[in-house]
């Protein structure tokens, strides 16, 4: 009995030494986000004064922004879950994943439009000649609401301005249009983190501001001493102020503050986002499919308190926009005030119905999946920031425009913004990822993915030979831009054309107010010129979800 309690006395010793001393060679920083794992220094604050590296170790989580909501990622089914009536053979079902991301809750409205609108002009006046295209051509198009055989004056004149229609979808907006505004949305909403967080002296994005003085997020990112024109008195915030005589400090991405930008979704995105599966999902498993955004195959409600009444905004049938006087099965005739139907589970409205959404990829019949299933988008064109002889970042001192095939003259680089370029041969060189910066139409359009032609068959090649490529796949017309004396053009008459796929056809998605019920799933694909609009195509804007995919720490479940 005594040498039984001697062993166990010995095995319990040999326990508590071994714990004993595999707790005193564990690392002492391990626990302390302000001591470094890889050198045991100090990570000092960013707001102190002492010396040496500066992180923002407390960092919270990425903020919200505003009208949007977080979409957690995942893996889904992309592609058709019903008939093909239309014969496009174009959603062919295929298994893609996507990061979590957040999604405006709504479409974009004529007040957050007319916003934009209203910044353009106040800063760079139409009045102005050098300016006229800016303002002017940012403008969405109303004269869509005209019809040969329809009357819609007071749509064309009222729509977009009165107050009656604020809350209402921005239409006339072409695919051009929107992603500009949405660079527009990404700068106007870092500026109001910076002063929020004292990088920026206070109401110095309003009071502050004109043509020679404006934010941009890539250059105060690039070449922070020449935001708002190099007035270092703006850049004097309470977190950034400095000697005179030292430019005040700018904040990084180190800090935390540098959001992503504000975007069109991708295609990919809008789906997954529209379907809302969580009503689906039974633990680790989705159960079934859905046809709409919506749980269940019809598109009335079965509530009793509203029993019979459409879940969406769309065509009824023949002649019918909204039902009966007195009864009104959707309570709109033509787009109705954002979020007046019910969220999905993802808290999104009207991913069915009210108007179509642009997205961000270049149309292609085939979604490549054997390629890629992660992320997937189509419209990638890399390109780089210019360096200036000082080697910096070269900021644009006078607007530059693109013509597009309609005519418009477009800014694509406002004043104060950075100016880009083309990538050569020396940035692609010995990269496994891409091998050009041109990849709209890579595996689908480009010359390797074309018929052998030989090379004096190039009948279409262009200055700009790569992005002419698609044109010997696709015969679709080809616009020439307009004579800058006479503005006229010279369109494609040629009798072979067989499609109006190209490169600059751009996928919208979900069903708008003019469409029959068919549009209203997801999964339907349909296409239009990147540079036209019409009464039925609207926007919303997303963004990524930078570190975790959820607001929780939740482990994930093996």
């Known amino acids: ?173 072409s695919w051009v ?16 983190i910076l002063e929020r967080e004292g990088y920026l002296a206070r109401d110095a994005k309003v009071d502050s501001v004109n043509s020679k003085s404006t934010f941009s997020l890539d250059t105060y990112v690039l070449n922070p001493n020449s935001t708002y024109g190099g007035n270092d008195n703006v850049r004097r915030g309470k977190a950034s102020r400095t000697p005179d005589s030292i430019a005040p400090k700018a904040a990084n991405r180190a800090t935390g503050y540098i959001t992503p930008k504000f975007r069109l979704p991708t295609e990919s995105e809008w789906e997954y986002a529209a379907l809302g599966l969580g ?127 309609n005519g418009k003259k477009i800014a694509v680089t406002l004043p104060g913004e950075l100016e880009m370029t083309e990538l050569e041969d020396s940035d692609v060189r010995y990269r496994t990822q891409f091998d050009k910066g041109y990849n709209v139409n890579f595996r689908d359009g480009d010359y390797l993915s074309s018929r052998n032609f030989k090379p004096e068959d190039r009948r279409y090649s262009r200055a700009d030979e790569e992005k002419g490529e698609t044109r010997m796949m696709y015969k679709s017309p080809s616009y020439n831009d307009a004579d800058e004396t006479n503005d006229e053009f010279d369109y494609d008459a040629d009798p072979t054309l067989t499609t109006l796929i190209n490169d600059q056809a751009r996928v919208y998605k979900g069903g708008s107010w003019k469409d029959r019920a068919y549009w209203l799933d997801p999964a339907q694909r349909r296409f239009y010129p990147q540079d036209q609009a019409t009464d039925f195509i609207g926007f919303r804007n997303a963004m990524s979800r930078l570190g975790s995919p959820t607001f929780t720490d939740k482990k994930s479940r093996n």
């Open 177 to 192: 249009q929107a992603y500009e505004f949405s660079e527009w949305r990404s700068d106007r909403y870092q500026e109001l």
């Open 1 to 173: 009995m005594k040498r039984s309690y001697k062993f166990y006395l010995l095995t319990l010793f040999s326990v508590i030494l071994l714990f004993s001393t595999g707790s005193c060679s564990k690392s002492p920083f391990s626990k302390n986000r302000n001591i470094s794992s890889a050198t045991g220094w100090n990570i000092q604050p960013l707001n102190s004064k002492k010396s040496g590296f500066k992180y923002n170790t407390n960092f919270k989580g990425q903020e919200t922004p505003p009208n949007m909501v977080l979409v957690e990622g995942g893996t889904y089914t992309k592609g058709k879950v019903q008939d093909d009536p239309m014969r496009d053979w174009n959603n062919s079902a295929n298994q893609q994943h996507v990061q979590s991301f957040y999604m405006d809750a709504t479409e974009v409205t004529n007040l957050m439009y007319n916003e934009y609108l209203d910044w353009l002009k106040k800063n760079f006046p139409p009045e102005e000649s050098q300016y006229r295209d800016i303002y002017t051509n940012a403008l969405p198009d109303t004269l869509v609401w005209r019809n040969k055989l329809g009357y819609g004056e007071d749509m064309v004149n009222n729509y977009l301005r009165h107050p009656a229609y604020s809350n209402y979808p921005v239409v006339g907006v």
């Open 279 to 405: 009503e689906v999902r039974e633990f680790n498993n989705y159960k079934g499919r859905k046809k709409y955004p919506w749980q269940g195959p019809y598109t009335r409600t079965g509530k009793r308190k509203n029993l019979g009444d459409q879940l969406a905004n769309f065509k009824n049938s023949d002649g019918d926009y909204g039902g009966i006087a007195g009864w009104s099965d959707d309570g709109a005739a033509i787009t109705n005030e954002v979020g007046s139907y019910d969220q999905n589970s993802f808290g999104l409205y009207d991913m069915a119905g009210n108007v179509a959404e642009w997205v961000a990829d270049v149309y292609r019949p085939i979604v490549d999946d054997e390629f890629n299933d992660f992320n997937y988008f189509r419209g990638n064109d890399y390109k780089k920031f210019k360096i200036g002889e000082d080697g910096k970042a070269k900021v644009a001192t006078e607007a530059i425009y693109e013509t597009l095939s």
